[in-house]
């Protein structure tokens, strides 16, 4: 190798490890902003230092969590969990044993894909005496690894191990895992490998679900507009909290007064002895806190607007709503969550494949067959509606009662629903009988 290869290939490299630390670091900022971790560093420490530290001798920063609100309202595909079809009865039943965790995960890797932007998801298969089932854990930060031909489907991942953090005593070094279709190793910061397993699956147990489809980089940019507005509203709201404090108490000064004396501090029980010519008074800087308030609501609602949402500040000016004006009101937000249903079930067939194989290293067969239906949230509706509307559905063969049962418990199998259903009418029946009986007589 000459002198300028090598010069070349470890200029590549350091680029690389560059932009993986800037990754990573990008990646914990969204991640703190979600949960609420320390977010003053961002405008006050090492991270963003906005402002001294006398400043925040007066108050302390300014915390507000909006990324979690706004996440949290985009992510709504699995608000309702959907129907997994698999072609016949006794596939559903069987699979749906398998899915003890799932749809509690899948709300979870929803708001972490809105969050991250492509987050991994790694399936892996739990057993013991009580169940056997898939299980779902989200790999915040990675690194993806591509064959050249193909950009879009990485064929290893590495990524940092969870370390014990409630164990104050643990001091090991930081662990890495290198996952591809026919190994797995598990070394630690220094590249000493520590375990080394062989992959049983013979692909990739990793699904990457997007917030977008892919443009250029494999990894999505995630909500880092909710997250910057966070940040100055944060900014904004210390700025405002420092002024209040000021112009509440006000700047004392006096002039004309003896050098020789200390000067007192001022409060209402104290008497301060000036001179015959000597002034002092209190001045509270300039400044609308109104104004203030006034701009920190634009940018959220700027923010809301920019995803299909609309936000209330005032709630005596939000009456309720039909229905109906609610689907109006909402319907950029209505079209952009028929637009993300197309890829989570994109998402929900990759995840399946991957079931599939996972399933059938465990002596479990699953069908080729996959189906899944998303359930849309329903806006309120007066009783008087919702009984028309269900009248109509049943009377034109579009739903069930075990169906509408099931809606309204969502806790209940149909199978539980037909069986309270029919226990119900056994029950009313002989009222009915009893009641003509009288009549007769």
């Known amino acids: 190798m000459s002198y300028a290869e090598d010069i070349i290939k470890k200029s590549i490299k350091d680029q690389k490890l560059h932009k993986s630390r800037a990754r990573r670091k990008h990646v914990e900022k969204l991640i703190n902003y979600y949960t609420g971790t320390d977010t003053w560093k961002y405008i006050a420490g090492n991270e963003g230092n906005y402002f001294d530290s006398q400043s925040f001798n007066e108050v302390p920063p300014y915390q507000m969590n909006l990324t979690k609100k706004f996440i949290d309202k985009k992510s709504r595909i699995y608000t309702l969990s959907p129907n997994r079809n698999l072609g016949n009865k006794s596939a559903n039943k069987?699979?749906?044993?398998?899915?003890?965790?799932?749809?509690?995960?899948?709300?979870?890797?929803?708001?972490?894909?809105?969050?991250?932007?492509?987050?991994?998801?790694?399936?892996?298969?739990?057993?013991?005496?009580?169940?056997?089932?898939?299980?779902?854990?989200?790999?915040?930060?990675?690194?993806?690894?591509?064959?050249?031909?193909?950009?879009?489907?990485?064929?290893?991942?590495?990524?940092?191990?969870?370390?014990?953090?409630?164990?104050?005593?643990?001091?090991?070094?930081?662990?890495?895992?290198?996952?591809?279709?026919?190994?797995?190793i598990i070394y630690d910061e220094n590249g000493n490998i520590k375990e080394e397993y062989p992959n049983p699956y013979g692909v990739l147990p990793f699904v990457f679900p997007r917030d977008t489809e892919q443009i250029d980089d494999f990894y999505g940019e995630g909500s880092t507009d909710v997250v910057a507005t966070n940040e100055h509203v944060n900014i904004l709201m210390t700025e405002l909290m420092l002024g209040l404090r000021f112009q509440m108490f006000g700047q004392s000064w006096a002039s004309g007064v003896y050098e020789d004396q200390p000067i007192a501090r001022v409060g209402s029980d104290k008497l301060i002895n000036l001179p015959v010519d000597g002034r002092f008074g209190i001045e509270s800087p300039g400044g609308d806190p109104q104004k203030v308030m006034e701009i920190a609501k634009g940018m959220i609602e700027m923010l809301a607007i920019s995803k299909h949402m609309y936000v209330t500040f005032d709630s005596n000016q939000d009456r309720p709503s039909s229905g109906l004006a609610l689907r109006i009101k909402d319907f950029e937000f209505?079209?952009?969550?028929?637009?993300?249903?197309?890829?989570?079930?994109?998402?929900?067939?990759?995840?399946?494949?991957?079931?599939?194989?996972?399933?059938?290293?465990?002596?479990?067969?699953?069908?080729?067959?996959?189906?899944?239906?998303?359930?849309?949230?329903?806006?309120?509706?007066?009783?008087?509606?919702?009984?028309?509307?269900?009248?109509?559905?049943?009377?034109?063969?579009?739903?069930?009662?075990?169906?509408?049962?099931?809606?309204?418990?969502?806790?209940?199998?149909?199978?539980?629903?037909?069986?309270?259903?029919?226990?119900?009418?056994?029950?009313?029946?002989?009222?009915?009988?009893?009641?003509?009986?009288?009549?007769?007589?």
């Open 334 to 441: 209505v079209e952009d969550y028929k637009d993300d249903i197309e890829t989570w079930r994109i998402f929900e067939d990759e995840l399946y494949e991957l079931e599939r194989v996972i399933a059938d290293k465990n002596s479990v067969s699953l069908p080729n067959k996959f189906s899944v239906d998303f359930k849309e949230p329903e806006y309120p509706r007066s009783i008087s509606e919702q009984i028309q509307k269900d009248d109509w559905e049943l009377a034109n063969g579009l739903t069930t009662l075990e169906e509408i049962l099931k809606r309204n418990n969502s806790d209940l199998s149909l199978e539980q629903a037909r069986e309270i259903i029919a226990k119900n009418k056994e029950s009313i029946e002989p009222k009915e009988e009893e009641i003509e009986e009288e009549i007769e007589e």
């Open 94 to 184: 069987q699979y749906d044993e398998l899915l003890f965790y799932k749809n509690l995960r899948m709300k979870h890797i929803e708001r972490m894909t809105n969050l991250i932007g492509t987050p991994a998801v790694r399936v892996m298969w739990e057993e013991d005496e009580d169940k056997k089932c898939f299980e779902y854990r989200v790999v915040y930060y990675y690194d993806a690894y591509f064959s050249p031909p193909n950009p879009y489907q990485p064929y290893a991942i590495i990524y940092p191990i969870l370390n014990p953090t409630q164990e104050v005593d643990y001091t090991d070094p930081v662990e890495f895992a290198y996952w591809d279709a026919q190994v797995n």
